[in-house]
């Protein structure tokens, strides 16, 4: 059996490949959408495992793609998405089966051979209800020994029903999914047909299937078990806030409460956005851990091999202290204003697991009296940033911190490049979408971001006048 594995993250496409490969399957990798493409013009694979966090590629636009082209491969998504709307969404997309990060390599492949065995068993597309079974393909219905004959509209009634089981079915989607009417349609004819399936599938009072929601529509079979405790948390309310926009009784920051409302949004998308990093490392330490135990500790692993989840592990370690510096409190300082010198060895002393382990190498130049805006929300993007040039870089960075003033702006610029001398995600891969709440973020207090060059961001953030005796420029190197 053929697998693609489209995955933009080196290491861990690396180990999944020589791991599946080791489960007996043929592994090629894609790094890029246009390589992926290609491998799918010249071979004909029976497995894709698309990651939806696909370099510059969205990966269920590529999935929406290849389904519109005609591609009828069998597909699983990973991702570190974990809400229920994006599962439903990949699905719908045309994906067989949706995998969440941090993941088990066993379950991985189970679900892979699943998949490719479902594809290949006609029988396993059977939907069954206690005792009723329907067969899409054949269009045979039968309850316990006994076949059911049923009409087009019956089978289409009976067929939506079985594919929400133990869940309510409106009246207005039954309407709409078999009859094509709209929505707002008084037409009797869901309670009628409702009346002729129980006829001939109920034969008893016992053997009961379809339950009428008084109000709502219908539900076919036992009620299915509802989870406690999943609800959403109820909206923050806002406190009242003194003409800074800092609230009056509040002593310290703690991230999104005391943020005002409509930028609560951009903050939790950017903390998810590093979670979903965080979910990449933790993949590739859980699936080596996972396999060496299954091989009872005969794994063959070379030196590079075990650097590589040594960094893996090392770059998680880092990824949730940047997480823990985002979200815990912070002493809003007196003044308008803080040294650019303290505020950036604060955020550094965030990546000191990553500093130390060589995955990160940071290169400062800038004048020690710059004097920068003290709001808690910069230093916050400070670390968030940081988080991802290391966070999407699998390989270790070596980057460049400069700031010089500009009038009344101080200019702080970002750029990276591998230590080693290999390739790094540019800028806009680095932020992806994330780069709208970035931008909405700097502009709540009075700053701007801009690209430079592939793999460089320049920071323009309020400052206070450039102080007078100016002392030459810091340059030191960790």
């Not at 599938?201 to 219908?218: A, D, K, M, N, P």
């Not at 968030?384 to 702006?409: F, H, Q, T, V, W």
């Amino acid at each position: 059996m053929s697998i693609l594995l489209a995955d933009d993250d080196i290491q861990l496409a690396t180990f999944l490949s020589k791991s599946l490969e080791s489960e007996g399957y043929a592994v090629h990798t894609a790094l890029d959408e246009p390589t992926a493409v290609a491998e799918l013009q010249r071979q004909n694979y029976q497995l894709i495992i698309l990651d939806l966090n696909f370099g510059q590629t969205d990966g269920l636009k590529l999935l929406e793609k290849l389904r519109a082209e005609g591609l009828e491969t069998p597909v699983i998504v990973l991702s570190a998405r974990n809400r229920i709307s994006d599962r439903v969404q990949s699905l719908r997309l045309g994906a067989d089966d949706y995998v969440t990060k941090p993941f088990s390599f066993q379950e991985l492949a189970a679900r892979a051979n699943v998949v490719l065995r479902r594809k290949a068993d006609p029988t396993l597309n059977v939907l069954r209800v206690e005792n009723l079974e329907l067969d899409p393909s054949t269009r045979r219905v039968t309850r316990g020994d006994r076949e059911i004959k049923l009409s087009d509209k019956e089978f289409q009634l009976l067929h939506l029903l079985m594919r929400h089981a133990g869940n309510e079915v409106a009246r207005q989607e039954l309407m709409q999914e078999v009859w094509r009417a709209q929505p707002e349609s008084d037409s009797n004819l869901v309670d009628v047909y409702v009346n002729y399936l129980r006829k001939k599938i109920e034969f008893s009072r016992s053997e009961r299937l379809i339950y009428t929601i008084r109000g709502v529509g219908y539900r076919l079979g036992r009620q299915a078990p509802i989870v406690k405790g999943l609800s959403e948390a109820p909206p923050v309310r806002p406190e009242p806030r003194s003409g800074k926009g800092i609230p009056a009784s509040a002593p310290s920051f703690s991230g999104p409460p005391e943020l005002p409302v409509y930028q609560q949004t951009a903050w939790r998308a950017l903390v998810n956005s590093l979670s979903h990093d965080l979910a990449q490392p933790l993949t590739s330490v859980r699936c080596f851990l996972e396999v060496a135990a299954m091989r009872q500790g005969n794994l063959s692993a070379s030196p590079a091999d075990l650097r590589n989840i040594e960094q893996q592990a090392d770059r998680a370690i880092g990824l949730t202290k940047a997480i823990s510096s985002l979200v815990r409190e912070i002493t809003i300082p007196a003044g308008p204003w803080t040294l650019l010198d303290t505020l950036l060895e604060e955020v550094f002393e965030d990546f000191v697991v990553l500093l130390n382990s060589g995955l990160l190498s940071v290169e400062r130049h800038w004048e020690p009296f710059i004097r920068v805006t003290s709001s808690p929300v910069l230093r916050q993007l400070l670390v968030l940033l940081m988080a991802k040039i290391s966070g999407k870089n699998s390989r270790p960075i070596a980057l460049l911190a400069s700031a010089s003033m500009k009038g009344s702006r101080c200019h702080l610029e970002l750029r990276w490049k591998a230590a080693d001398g290999g390739a790094v995600q540019d800028t806009q891969t680095t932020l992806g979408t994330e780069l709208v709440y970035i931008q909405e973020m700097l502009y709540s207090i009075g700053g701007e971001i801009s690209f430079e060059g592939a793999t460089g961001i320049l920071l323009k953030l309020p400052a206070a006048p450039h102080a007078t005796g100016a002392q030459p420029p810091k340059e030191t190197v960790q």
